[in-house]
């Protein structure tokens, strides 16, 4: 394991943050293999970073060379063993389920090597429950993205009381690579973003669930009157409400605070099939 780079890197889950994972990680020299349990997903992946780059270069942030360059370094795959059996570092970025993640990672530990890492993009589930039965636990680490993967700087590092110095070293100078500011938090529920950024956004839920503004001032009040790049209502439309739902459901079970206690209106709109941007409606008409 090299102290600045991973050589090879395998990205399990080709969805909107694996395809933007696979993304950096090729921009940053990497060689990278995509994967996901079915053709036609791991194609979508791909199609996600190539229009990403496209973008880029009708912007004239990127060009044409460098677009191919980058996508001359991603493969994609259906088979986990495929892409994980000599990779220096494998990151998870599969639905957030612990029943799944935990059993990927038993199974990942039987076939990479003894140095390779493995890093969970997990938002907020326990990462000793995540890692658990797994094999020399010291190479294991949170690696918690932020969509969209290419233009957000910041990488949240978690370490688990076992993740050993080597491996956070080596992935923080890895993060620096990938264009990252990496912060390192000690494993807890929702870490240190998804802890605030969660309680945050139930709370702009609740003031407009009891009138006290409109989606739109409440979201203008943290964008001009506190430089948020996004207010909280539309962030969570971005995030999927059935996402940020699931999640404060476990915060409020693991950290029993009432803060964490989801609105009544939140509970209906996701009942009633309003999860923000990927369904076309949520606080606001996408």
């Not at 979508?44 to 060009?63: E, I, M, S, Y």
């Not at 080596?170 to 240190?192: C, H, M, W």
């Amino acid at each position: 394991m090299s102290d600045t780079q991973f050589a090879k890197v395998a990205v399990l889950g080709a969805g909107t943050m694996g395809a933007g994972i696979a993304q950096v990680c090729a921009q940053a020299g990497s060689q990278v293999v995509l994967q996901d349990i079915t053709e036609e997903f791991v194609a979508k992946g791909l199609q996600r970073v190539a229009a990403f780059l496209q973008k880029g270069v009708d912007r004239g942030k990127v060009t044409e060379e460098t677009r191919a360059q980058v996508l001359a370094r991603i493969t994609t795959t259906v088979d986990r063993v495929e892409a994980a059996r000599e990779a220096d570092l494998v990151v998870e970025a599969v639905p957030e389920k612990l029943e799944l993640k935990n059993g990927l990672f038993r199974e990942l530990a039987g076939i990479v090597s003894d140095t390779c890492v493995l890093g969970s993009n997990t938002s907020s589930l326990s990462l000793v429950k995540v890692f658990d039965g797994v094999a020399n636990p010291a190479r294991c680490i949170g690696m918690h993205f932020f969509n969209p993967v290419p233009l957000m700087k910041l990488l949240e590092l978690v370490r688990t009381e076992t993740t050993s110095e080597e491996t956070i070293d080596a992935v923080t100078n890895y993060a620096r690579q990938l264009g990252k500011e990496p912060i390192v938090v000690k494993d807890s529920p929702g870490f240190a973003s998804s802890r605030l950024g969660v309680c945050l956004g139930l709370e702009a839920i609740r003031m407009l669930e009891s009138g006290v503004a409109s989606a739109e001032d409440i979201d203008k009040a943290m964008v001009l009157g506190y430089g948020h790049p996004m207010g909280p209502l539309k962030l969570t439309d971005l995030v999927g409400l059935d996402v940020r739902l699931a999640i404060a459901d476990y915060l409020r079970t693991e950290l029993n605070l009432a803060g964490f206690e989801a609105p009544e209106l939140m509970r209906k709109m996701v009942a009633d099939g309003k999860l923000g941007k990927k369904s076309g409606q949520g606080f606001y008409a996408w």
